[in-house]
């Protein structure tokens, strides 16, 4: 009979089985892979191997065996389990751990986990068996994270051998951030037969062939000329475990040409497959250049036709670290790095093969189809750029580049107003596929000195659909990560306004539509399409367009310099001096200055002659001194922008402009304007004057005279038209923002940005939560409309006074929601905005701010009120302490600083009660409050932790957080702050009460039936069953001092709450589910033990069990502390709530450590009530001396287990111990670490003597013992005085067991999970519950009797004397068991063997995992012995059983105690029956082998029972005395009688030869005599 593991199916998923079908052989099917989400998180992993055992591994050692260990390969890392020896079917029960930090997501969905099992060898290198490969993203996708026990079917990746090469059970976890481990129950294990057999695991052959075709525009990875082409290219198939390379090829574009073969055995867990191109080189290690990833599970579906893979990477030349994953595909590539034409199909084949083959070029038909595509790109401004010099705009597509001219960066902004062009064509011609899937991603590069700082990457599919009208948009710039950090910390990425338009050549409009260029008149932007010889419609026709409206765009402008309204003083008298300066190209003149005025009126005309429309006017405005003048503002005013005529026609204007002083925001100047064209004789003339006076100027201005030219710059594009606008920043305050000092604080200031201009915030010093409530004017000049301005920017630093000052976060606002926030100019409402980081992830903290887009006209009202209305209150603080201060120089005494913002400071006094770490102060604060009347103005109190040192002469910092007032902020019906609110705490006496009603309760719910006990007959079965619910009704503890439970573990009482309708189940609702279910159970397990006792007959003083019987499991194998009692998967405080107390974890250190250290870590915890009252005199609903009182309490906690334990030491494993802390009091278990485990079971329990409010955190260290320097693996921590307080802790008798995550400060990983539960007790409770001894049952010494009598039906292995010289091995496959073997039975004829040998094994109960492993083998004298066959036996249930009734056990068939096992095989020989070994087991405790004493084999005392002499062997005294017989033996019957023929006929012919010539010549010489 065979059996396998259970299926394991998709979850959710249904079994459906046939009715009436009985399964005679379960069938290990393929497991579903579930459809992965889109993302995976970012971070800390840990993958953790659980390898079990294997069953059925071929052989490959001489002898047929094998000495298998498992090697686990996956984060470029590899690990082994123990070896095996001389075995092909094994138990290994390890679990191996891998971890890797700062994994992202795209690293997540190419890593692999390969599972490998080798026969190992000392000398040579290792033999694989087989292998199978997990795809990590498809086990973390799954239910739990987590794959768990299945059987995988191994098969050779290598390719020399076929089929399944063995079978092998596993379970494989992968956890990520704040992900924690599902522990599985013991129970939990399947059900198997008593001869284990391998899983039956139906696979299907197939042979994934990928061809390629052609390589193009590879990256150069070699210098050419030194090491010999640029590039070395191959291919590279990787999936299911099995890589296949191609071919090495020379050039950047090669033709490949080549098949690419991988074998795939289903079912498999993979479903990427992984193509990667790399650079052959001479040295140790190929450059990897490019990596996609394709869906198997798509390629089954629809196929996969030839079709273009584009890849990227690195920058050219960039070896980096961040280079490298960029490569590997890890993380996103700023770089083009070619294109492969490839193709895949799958094909059945039962016996697929790795191999590269020969392919025929890509028939025309079949190859990706190509169009033309034609891309437009105007380039209009670049804003904050962060270097001086010249910059450019590159395209790219490809492998083709396009760049636009270089220009100046003037004030962090570089004026463009260009398109790209090819040759004078703005029309960039692109052959590319038509699916637009296979196109390569398009780049825009923002380059300085060659170098590309900024990139920004669009997939072509985006671009192409928002078609030939789109207009001008911003584009935010990436920082590439490849390369040098080419901005600094204070920068920003630039962002760049352009116009981006694509699509299929044949759709390309004849003109370019005006909404794509807003800022063109219409008569310029309405272009015409030059005739062509071309056909229509052709991508190869040039596109040449010219203006439809033509003008000289070049005149006289006069300037009036009107006025100026509040400017900034400069003189001491609080006056100025102001004058105007303009400047046009060359050209510069001023104004008089007004002596001592803030307002001056100057009224000054000045004419320019020979202006361009596209030129640009900078005015100054000075204040005169007699040394130097001090300037007082600009402004820069372009021409184009400030006329609202159409273009060609003269035009005058008017206009306020502001100059941006941060002295004074609403400085401003009032400028008269007025152009007139100049004719096209005179455009002329000066177009000659202009060229003679500067040769830089080229093409200013469009055509001047009827001949047509295309135009170009602003003409061309037409300037924006410019309006300015005043922005106010209304910055209010920022909350629970990065810790980025060592103090565990930060200096935050504000910078504000838009549209080329910046302000400034003042720096708030060592807080997390700065209130400015400042505004901040920016004069800004903005395109119409106000949709292609730019986006505001709010960016919050730290200011270090050492280095670069640190960005904490930053806000983007369009402005287009500024124009929709405040619709009035005095009220106002602000927003709170989430903080990202440069990447645009989510960083910590939020700011409160709101803007407002003001007309110039506007400037001068008078800014909003920020301050909110407010009400006067009081925060009345109960505090309780502080708990659990860690301090690195230590604590004195120590004392609580509140702080409201700009507000007086409020401390406690100083404490070192009941001790310095856990000091209570027992004080109420009220500290005075203006509550705003919105809650979202609502301050933060800072709360902060000193220790005073030296009589108070130093008052030192340990660390501090803040309570937001929100929390506390509720309105009554009328809209006003509740100012009553009553503080609810556990009152002890309502406690007391309410248990007192639930006994009363449960006692009047428990007479009727007395009534009934006492009126049925005594021993009836109504009286049972009676009496048996009555004494489960309760089985706990309770920690009042009442006596719940006697020492015989009955109960005086029950205590169970009835549940309401439709109310909300608690943890005490489970318990009382809980104790039903234990009834049934319990009722169940005395059904099943008396049927089972039944069973059990003692025979020769020893319990007997059959063959294959399932032995039931006894009510004792749970203990009695464990029955009733509740058990949660994660923390009890995730199942109920367990927080009386208000809170504040104080913190220190900076988030992201530097040089200096200083990681952001817990230094302690805050613990109070807290509440907002109008009246300083209002009662708070407590008794704060009541409720503070210290009350003793004892604190036990009981540890039970620990799962997947992070390994600390070189071998993979942990030394565990464990640290328990209560305040000062600790005690280590140092002296009873556990060797060598990551699953240790510990059931240590732990008592403290205590206060309560007092220290409150019990804090649980697991550590890895080292000898010397121990290693904390992980903590874990409970708040005692929390559970205390909690009612609804209280109220549940028997407390609830709880898994717990281990964390350790230097990971954000769980380190495994550790299994306890918490009792409290007051001083009369813990007189009457004593200390509960959780340790298990302590391990009895046994010992396992096998004889093996003999054998029969084994396979000859020598066909030449077709005998066999036999001899058994066995072996108990637990740790610490050595195999022995019987005799030799020489020469044994037809397949049998007698042996009648003893094998005694010495063990300890309860034991995991007893598998007994048994094998037939035929020595041989010359050569390696042969392995003939071997079964495996399960002896779990008996060996449970046996350590229940504590007595002998022998397993019989048929009743018979010795009896034949037909089930022995060979994984080299299939499935056919390799021979029969008949066998006895016996299993009885150590002290019995003393009375029943037995020797090993056949030695003395042979006895208990008497093994006689085999039977059938060779008597070598006789055989001594008959040659013959004893070659008969030795030969063997067919050889023996053959080997006599052979001489009688060499004696025959013998005797002929020698006298055959004499008789011969005797007739001879008579006839002649005759």
């Known amino acids: 009979m065979s059996t396998s593991p259970k299926d394991e199916e998709k979850p959710g998923a249904e079994e459906k089985k046939e009715d009436g079908a009985e399964e005679t052989e379960e069938k290990t099917k393929l497991i579903k892979i579930p459809e992965p989400p889109p993302t995976a998180k970012p971070g800390d992993y840990n993958i953790q191997i659980h390898v079990i055992e294997a069953r059925d591994l071929k052989g490959r050692d001489a002898t047929g065996m094998s000495d298998p260990v498992v090697r686990i390969e996956t984060l470029g890392q590899k690990k082994n389990t123990t070896i095996k020896k001389q075995t092909t079917t094994c138990t290994w029960d390890e679990v191996v751990y891998f971890s890797c930090k700062d994994m992202t997501e795209q690293q997540i969905e190419m890593e692999k986990i390969r599972i490998s099992v080798y026969d190992a060898n000392t000398l040579l290198r290792d033999v694989l068996i087989g292998a199978f490969d997990f795809d990590m993203s498809q086990v973390y996708y799954r239910k739990n994270h987590e794959i768990h026990k299945v059987w995988v079917a191994l098969t050779d990746v290598t390719g020399e051998f076929q089929g399944v090469q063995g079978y092998l059970k596993v379970s494989v976890t992968v956890l990520g951030p704040g992900d924690k481990l599902f522990i599985h129950e013991d129970d939990e294990e399947e059900e198997e037969s008593m001869v284990l057999m391998p899983p039956t695991i139906e696979q299907k052959g197939y042979l994934l062939g990928v061809q390629t075709y052609l390589g193009q525009d590879l990256p150069v990875m070699d210098l050419d000329g030194i090491l010999g082409n640029k590039c070395d290219p191959y291919v590279q198939v990787e999936f299911g475990g099995r890589v296949s390379k191609g071919t090495k090829k020379k050039g950047l574009n090669v033709s490949f040409q080549e098949e690419i073969q991988v074998p795939v055995k289903e079912p498999i867990m993979s479903d990427a497959i992984k193509l990667t191109m790399w650079d052959y080189d001479v040295g ?144 960039l011609i692109f052959n590319l596929p038509e699916d637009v899937e296979q196109c390569p991603d398009v780049f825009v590069y923002l380059v300085r000195k060659k170098k590309r700082v900024n990139y920004r990457r669009f997939t072509f599919k985006s671009l192409l659909e928002y078609g030939w009208k789109t207009p001008p948009q911003w584009i935010h710039f990436k920082e590439d990560k490849a390369m040098v950090d080419l901005l600094n910390k204070e920068s920003y990425p630039a962002i760049l306004l352009a116009g981006i338009r694509c699509g299929v050549a044949e759709t390309c409009p004849p ?145 306020w402009f502001l100059l941006g002083s941060d002295k004074s925001p609403n400085a401003k100047i009032k400028l008269k304007f007025e152009y007139k064209f100049h004719s096209a004789d005179q455009a002329a003339k000066a177009q000659q004057q202009l060229e003679k006076d500067s040769k830089t100027v080229k093409n200013i201005f469009a055509a001047i005279t009827n001949k047509a030219e295309t135009v170009r710059g602003k003409e061309y594009f037409g300037q924006p038209m410019m309006t300015g606008y005043q922005l106010r920043a209304h910055i209010y305050q920022a909350r629970q923002l990065e810790a980025a000092d060592l103090s565990g604080t930060s200096d935050p200031y504000c910078v504000i940005r838009c549209a080329g201009q910046s302000a400034q915030t003042s720096i708030k010093e060592q807080t997390l939560n700065p209130v400015w409530y400042t505004t901040k004017c920016l004069s800004i000049q903005l395109p119409n409309p106000l949709s292609l301005a730019p986006d505001v920017i709010v960016e919050i630093f730290d200011r270090d006074l050492v280095g670069d000052n640190e ?211 005594a021993g009836s079965p109504d009286s049972l069953q009676v009496s048996q619910d009555q004494s489960l009704i309760h089985t706990g503890l309770h920690e009042s001092g009442a006596n719940l439970v006697e020492d015989d573990g009955k109960v005086d009482f029950a205590m169970i709450e009835m549940e309401p309708t439709n109310s909300k189940k608690s943890p005490v609702d489970d318990e009382k589910k809980e104790i039903a279910e234990l009834k049934e159970d319990e009722k169940k397990d005395d059904e099943e033990e008396k049927i089972d006792l039944t069973k059990e007959k003692k025979v020769d003083d020893a319990f007997t069990y059959e063959w294959g019987e399932k032995v039931a499991k006894s009510e004792d194998s749970v203990p009695k502390w464990r029955k009733g009692r509740q058990v949660y998967q994660t923390e009890l405080e995730t199942n109920m709530v367990i927080q009386p107390f208000d809170q504040v974890v104080l913190m220190t250190g900076k988030k992201k450590p530097g040089l200096f250290g200083g990681g952001f870590r817990k230094v302690g915890l805050f613990k109070g009530l807290v509440r907002l009252t109008k009246d300083i005199d209002s009662p708070g609903g407590i008794d704060p001396q009541e409720l503070l009182q210290p009350k003793d309490v004892f604190v036990r906690l009981y540890a039970l287990r620990g799962r997947a334990l992070t390994p600390m030491d070189s071998n993979g494993k942990s030394d565990p111990y464990l640290v328990v802390s209560l305040g000062k009091q600790k005690i280590s278990m140092r002296s009873n670490y556990i060797s060598s485990n990551c699953d240790p079971d510990f059931y240590d329990s732990f008592e403290f ?64 999970s550790l299994e306890l539960w918490v009792d409290i007790y007051d001083s009369a409770g813990a007189k009457t519950n004593p200390m509960i001894d959780i340790k298990p049952p302590p391990k009895e010494d046994w010992e396992l009797r096998v004889i093996v009598w003999g054998c029969k039906e084994v396979t000859i292995k020598d066909e030449l004397t077709q005998q066999n010289d036999l001899y058994i091995t066995g072996l108990l496959d637990t740790p610490g068991q050595r195999r022995k073997k019987t005799d030799v039975h020489l020469r044994s004829k037809k397949g049998k063997g007698s042996f009648n040998w003893r094998m005694k094994y010495d063990l300890q109960l309860p034991i995991k995992h007893p598998h007994f492993n048994i094998q037939i083998w035929d020595m041989d004298f010359f050569s390696a012995n042969d392995s003939i066959c071997q079964a495996n036996f399960n002896l779990k249930s008996y060996f449970e059983k046996a350590f229940q009734v504590k007595d002998r056990i022998k397993i019989v068939r048929d009743g018979k105690d010795r009896f034949w096992i037909d089930d022995l095989r060979h994984p080299n020989e299939g499935d056919k029956p390799q021979g029969q070994v008949e066998v006895s087991f016996e299993m009885l405790p150590k002290a019995l082998t003393v009375q029943l004493p037995a020797g090993d084999g056949r030695s003395d005392p042979n006895m208990n029972p008497v093994l006689p002499p085999p039977e059938g062997r060779l008597e070598w005294l006789n055989l001594l005395m008959n040659p013959f017989a004893l070659l008969k033996e030795l030969l063997g019957d067919r050889l023996y009688y053959k080997l006599c023929c052979g001489l009688f006929i060499i004696m025959l012919t013998a005797l002929l030869v020698f006298f055959a010539p004499t008789f011969f010549s005797n007739i001879f010489a008579r006839l002649i005599i005759k």
Not at 405 to 421: A, Q, W
Not at 941 to 969: H, P, Q
Not at 1000 to 1017: C, D, G, N, T
């Open 1249 to 1312: 003597a205590s206060q309560i409010p007092g220290p409150s955190e019990l804090r649980v260290d697991v550590m890895d013992w080292d000898g010397i320097g121990d290693d904390l693996i992980g903590s874990t921590s409970i708040d005692v005085e929390d559970r205390w307080f909690c009612k609804e802790w209280r109220k549940i008798s028997k407390k609830p067991i709880e898994w717990r995550t281990l964390l350790n400060p230097s990971s954000s990983m769980s380190q495994g």
């Open 284 to 427: 140790p290690e190929d450059d990897i250049f490019g990596t996609k990833i394709l869906s198997y599970k798509k390629l089954k579906e629809n196929g996969c036709k030839p079709m273009w893979l584009n890849f990227y990477g690195a920058p050219e030349g960039r070896k980096t670290p961040t280079a490298q994953k960029m490569d590997q595909g890890f993380i996103e590539g700023t770089a083009y790095h070619g294109r492969l034409l490839m193709g895949m199909t799958l094909t059945p084949n039962e016996s697929p093969k790795p191999g590269v083959e020969t392919c025929p070029a890509c028939p025309e038909a079949d190859k990706p189809k190509q169009i033309n595509y034609i891309f437009q790109m105007d380039l209009y401004e670049a804003l904050e750029i962060s270097k001086d010099g010249k910059w450019s705009v590159e395209l790219s597509i490809g492998s083709t580049v396009y760049s636009s001219k270089e220009l100046e960066n003037r004030g962090s902004v570089v004026k463009f107003y260009s398109g790209i062009e090819n040759k004078g064509n703005f029309n």
């Open 807 to 1017: 960005l904490l976060g930053r806000v983007s606002v369009p402005i287009r929601q500024i124009q929709t926030m405040n619709p009035g100019a005095e009220e106002i409402d602000p927003i709170w905005f989430d903080l990202k980081d440069p990447h645009g992830d989510p960083a910590d903290g939020a700011i409160l701010a709101t803007f407002q887009l003001m007309p110039v006209e506007m400037a001068g009202l008078p800014l909003p009120i920020l301050k909110p209305k407010t009400v006067p209150m009081f925060v009345e603080i109960s505090t309780l302490g502080l708990r659990s201060l860690n301090s690195v120089l230590g604590v004195n005494k120590a004392f609580i600083e509140f702080e409201l913002p700009g507000e007086k400071k409020f401390k406690t006094n100083t404490s070192a009660r009941p001790t310095a770490k856990n000091p209570n102060f027992l004080q109420v604060l009220k500290i005075p409050v203006k509550v705003p009347l919105d809650p979202k103005f609502a301050p933060a109190l800072n709360v902060t932790a000193k220790d005073s040192i030296l009589g108070g002469f130093i008052k030192r910092r340990i660390g501090g957080s803040c309570l937001m007032l929100e929390k506390y902020m509720e309105k009554d019906e009328k809209g006003d702050w509740k100012s009553d609110r009553q503080l609810v705490v556990l009152d002890e006496n309502e406690l007391e009460r309410e248990i007192q009603e639930q006994l009363a309760r449960e006692q009047s719910e428990a007479a009727p039936a007395l009534v009934k006990i006492s009126q049925a007959p």
């Open 511 to 655: 003109s370019i539509h005006p909404a794509a260029r807003p800022f063109s008149a219409d008569g310029v932007v309405e272009e015409k399409e030059e005739k062509s010889q071309s056909k229509p419609g052709s991508p190869a026709a040039e596109v040449k367009t010219t203006p439809a409206f033509v003008n000289t765009g070049i005149g006289n402008l006069k300037i009036t310099a009107v006025e100026g309204k509040d400017l900034p003083a400069a003189d001491s008298n609080g006056k100025s001096d102001p004058f105007i300066k303009i400047k046009i190209r060359d050209d510069t003149w001023k104004t008089r200055h007004v002596d001592k005025t803030l307002n001056p009126v100057w009224n000054e005309t000045h004419e320019f002659k020979d202006v361009p429309l596209s030129q640009e006017i900078i005015v100054e405005v000075f204040d005169h001194d007699t040394l130097v003048d001090d300037k007082l503002g600009e402004v820069v005013v372009a021409i184009a922008s400030i006329s609202k005529e159409p273009k060609g026609k003269d035009f005058a204007t008017e206009n």
